[in-house]
Nanobody, 126 residues
Framework: QVQLVESGGGSVQAGGSLRLSCAVS????????LGWFRRPPGKEREGVAT????????YYADSVKGRFTISRDNAESTVYLQMNSLKPEDTAIYYC???????????????????WGRGTQVTVSS
């Protein structure tokens, strides 16, 4: 049973930075692939960033490419999301999630992810 706990959310002004962390229990890179999602107010959950299985290359949604960086510390079972140049439209509840690395489909499709954290709020003021 994989358990995920997010932290690091808060309020920042547009153009600022924030780093989110997700502590992962029972993490194995060969079996569970980690990613970040978000739910803006009044909108559907959307993918943000994750890793490809195999070579573990990062993959980003177009909306955050060049501004956000996903990374992980396998020894400490933690995944991070560094968010720079934040915009008001980045305001959302951010979730970390884990999928089976063998699942087939779009890599940021929420239905591929079996385990979810409870979320952390990020608010960007204009």
């Amino acid at each position: 049973q994989v358990q995920l706990v997010e932290s690091g959310g808060g309020s920042v002004q547009a153009g600022g930075s924030l780093r989110l962390s997700c502590a992962v229990s029972k993490y194995t890179s060969s079996s569970n692939c980690l990613g970040w999602f978000r739910r803006p107010p009044g909108k559907e959950r959307e993918g943000v960033a994750t890793f490809f299985s195999g070579d573990s290359r990062p993959y980003y949604a177009d909306s955050v490419k060049g501004r956000f960086t996903i990374s992980r510390d396998n020894a400490e079972s933690t995944v991070y999301l560094q968010m720079n140049s934040l915009k008001p439209e980045d305001t959302a509840i951010y979730y970390c999630a884990a999928r089976s690395c063998g699942a087939s489909g779009y890599i940021l499709h929420p239905n591929l992810y079996n385990y979810w954290g409870r979320g952390t709020q990020v608010t960007v003021s204009s």
